[in-house]
């Protein structure tokens, strides 16, 4: 049975109602350690199925292994997510070294269909890296968000042109935020997704290797990433969407750089100004994400490019998020050169 399965949070809520009903029922025929024990249980019980529930929602930990600390050991061989149709992209995972970052890290990466054509076989695609939110993993884009069912429709409809997206990790450390920045002393994820991942994703796939042709996404703490690191490495990304972002990171860095350099904001307000497009999106009643990501707007001048998309409603949720996702896929393929020959 999965820790993340609709399974595991029904076994807990039986265990729940079994230990309420024997509590309300024996509570006359028990003396009081008895009873302390079944009311231990029942809070046990709740506190343990509520648990699986935010797991669920978040996917931190996808297996029981995970959560009890085991690390598989790296797979060199990729691993097909799910069976597709020829009409339909494919989610493959691969384990990513990191030399420069000195992180290892599995990656999940979506080749379109039309990575597969004879047509296909002779093109490099573009890319885009999709960075997910804390807590949670590339799961969330790929089990919550149906990134895979978004980016075949996108594509079929001539909304999108094919696209090789990738999900990498952006923390090796489930319940450690590094908000995809170098921690002093910490994890060097920005060194592994800016550095390693494209150097990856070169020597390994078929796609372009110009600026006009990478771009970042990400959806809340993913979000705050994906505006931080174009700001930063405007000479390997072009362009960047924002799914209710904030101006900064929420976490300390080591070095107060959360303030000034790992700050969009900071950056917007004291630092040149890169040639970059931003697609900035957010829900009116998350005033969090809404009125940070006004803040940018507002901050961002030429040569930077802005187009902003708010939906009224939703909140900070996976709902806001699966709106959001096509329209800014769709926008990002806009701004990115398209699949071509690389002779």
């Given at each position: 049975?999965?820790?993340?399965?609709?399974?595991?949070?029904?076994a807990g809520g039986?265990?729940?109602?079994?230990?309420?009903?024997?509590?309300?029922?024996?509570?006359?025929?028990?003396?009081?350690?008895?009873?302390?024990?079944?009311?231990?249980?029942?809070?046990?019980?709740?506190?343990?199925?509520?648990?699986?529930?935010?797991?669920?929602?978040?996917?931190?930990?996808?297996?029981?292994?995970?959560?009890?600390?085991?690390?598989?050991?790296?797979?060199?061989?990729?691993?097909?997510?799910?069976?597709?149709?020829?009409?339909?992209?494919?989610?493959?995972?691969?384990?990513?070294?990191?030399?420069?970052?000195?992180?290892?890290?599995?990656?999940?990466?979506?080749?379109?269909?039309?990575?597969?054509?004879?047509?296909?076989?002779?093109?490099?695609?573009?890319?885009?890296?999709?960075?997910?939110?804390?807590?949670?993993?590339?799961?969330?884009?790929?089990?919550?968000?149906?990134?895979?069912?978004?980016?075949?429709?996108?594509?079929?409809?001539?909304?999108?042109?094919?696209?090789?997206?990738?999900?990498?990790?952006?923390?090796?450390?489930?319940?450690l935020d590094t908000?995809?920045?170098?921690?002093?002393?910490?994890?060097?994820?920005?060194?592994?997704?800016?550095?390693?991942?494209?150097?990856?994703?070169?020597?390994?796939?078929?796609?372009?290797?110009?600026?006009?042709?990478?771009?970042?996404?990400?959806?809340?703490?993913?979000?705050?990433?994906?505006?931080?690191?174009?700001?930063?490495?405007?000479?390997?990304?072009?362009?960047?969407?924002?799914?209710?972002?904030?101006?900064?990171?929420?976490?300390?860095?080591?070095?107060?750089?959360?303030?000034?350099?790992?700050?969009?904001?900071?950056?917007?307000?004291?630092?040149?100004?890169?040639?970059?497009?931003?697609?900035?999106?957010?829900?009116?009643?998350?005033?969090?994400?809404?009125?940070?990501?006004?803040?940018?707007?507002?901050?961002?001048?030429?040569?930077?490019?802005?187009?902003?998309?708010?939906?009224?409603?939703?909140?900070?949720?996976?709902?806001?998020?699966?709106?959001?996702?096509?329209?800014?896929?769709?926008?990002?393929?806009?701004?990115?050169?398209?699949?071509?020959?690389?002779?």
């Amino acid at each position: 049975m999965s820790i993340d399965g609709v399974g595991a949070l029904i076994a807990g809520g039986c265990l729940v109602l079994a230990a309420t009903a024997a509590l309300a029922l024996l509570w006359d025929r028990l003396r009081r350690p008895g009873r302390g024990a079944l009311i231990v249980a029942v809070v046990l019980g709740v506190t343990a199925t509520a648990a699986l529930e935010v797991n669920r929602l978040t996917e931190t930990y996808p297996s029981w292994a995970a959560l009890a600390g085991e690390k598989a050991a790296p797979d060199p061989t990729p691993r097909l997510v799910a069976d597709h149709s020829p009409a339909q992209g494919r989610l493959v995972t691969y384990t990513v070294p990191g030399p420069a970052s000195g992180m290892t890290m599995p990656m999940t990466v979506y080749l379109p269909a039309a990575y597969f054509t004879p047509e296909g076989l002779r093109l490099d695609f573009p890319v885009i890296e999709a960075l997910h939110g804390y807590p949670g993993t590339p799961e969330s884009w790929v089990r919550r968000l149906d990134v895979a069912g978004h980016l075949d429709r996108e594509i079929a409809a001539g909304r999108m042109a094919p696209t090789v997206v990738l999900l990498p990790y952006q923390t090796p450390q489930r319940l450690l935020d590094t908000e995809c920045t170098n921690l002093v002393g910490g994890p060097q994820a920005e060194t592994y997704l800016t550095v390693d991942v494209p150097a990856w994703a070169r020597g390994h796939l078929r796609v372009r290797t110009d600026r006009a042709s990478w771009a970042l996404t990400g959806y809340s703490a993913g979000a705050f990433c994906a505006l931080n690191l174009v700001l930063k490495h405007p000479g390997q990304y072009a362009a960047a969407a924002s799914l209710s972002g904030f101006p900064g990171p929420g976490i300390k860095v080591g070095d107060r750089s959360e303030r000034t350099t790992n700050n969009v904001a900071w950056r917007l307000s004291h630092l040149p100004l890169p040639p970059v497009a931003l697609w900035i999106g957010w829900a009116d009643d998350d005033t969090g994400a809404r009125d940070g990501s006004r803040a940018i707007v507002a901050l961002a001048k030429p040569p930077i490019t802005v187009v902003t998309a708010a939906v009224p409603r939703g909140g900070h949720s996976h709902t806001v998020w699966r709106q959001m996702e096509g329209p800014a896929f769709d926008w990002l393929s806009e701004h990115l050169a398209r699949p071509g020959r690389p002779w």
